[in-house]
């Protein structure tokens, strides 16, 4: 795993690594890719039996995340990466240019511990999977 160096209090248990942008994301919570098909609406149409014939446009891939716990510091760096217009994401399901609508945030921890934050967000890809790889 690179040259990654643990923190105090922090431990790896192998799993997903996501590239999102410049931010290194190691410790997930929830992981969860999904392929949504596009359809041309205006070239779709519904035969004389009844029976719709939709023209497939291309697939849609989006990604949500969850992290339970991460430390101020880089909770700011990852919100810094997903405020951004383009966000290059590379993860096992996907790799290309995404964006990100929603970032909601929570104070997990605020004691003599430390503090922690949560978030949940969804990248979405920015171009259709046109060329039979999405699914």
């Not at 922090?10 to 992981?31: K, M, P, Q, V």
């Not at 359809?39 to 939709?54: A, P, Q, R, V």
């Not at 993860?91 to 909601?104: A, K, V």
């Not at 004691?111 to 949940?120: K, T, W």
Request: negative net charge.
């Amino acid at each position: 795993m690179d040259d990654y160096v643990l923190r105090e209090n922090e431990s790896l248990n192998g799993g997903y690594t996501l590239y999102i942008g410049n931010f290194t994301l190691r410790i997930l919570h929830g992981y969860s890719p999904s392929w949504e098909n596009v359809y041309d609406t205006e070239n779709s149409f519904t035969n004389f039996d009844g029976s719709e014939e939709k023209i497939l446009k291309g697939i849609r891939f989006s990604l949500k995340v969850t992290v339970d716990r991460i430390m101020p510091e880089d909770f700011n760096a990852l919100v810094a990466e997903l405020k951004k217009p383009t966000i290059p994401l590379e993860c096992p399901d996907f790799e290309g240019e995404c964006y990100c609508d929603n970032i909601p945030g929570d104070l997990k921890q605020a004691n003599f511990n430390g503090v922690r934050y949560g978030v949940s967000f969804t990248l979405v890809a920015k171009s259709l999977i046109t060329d039979g790889d999405g699914l």
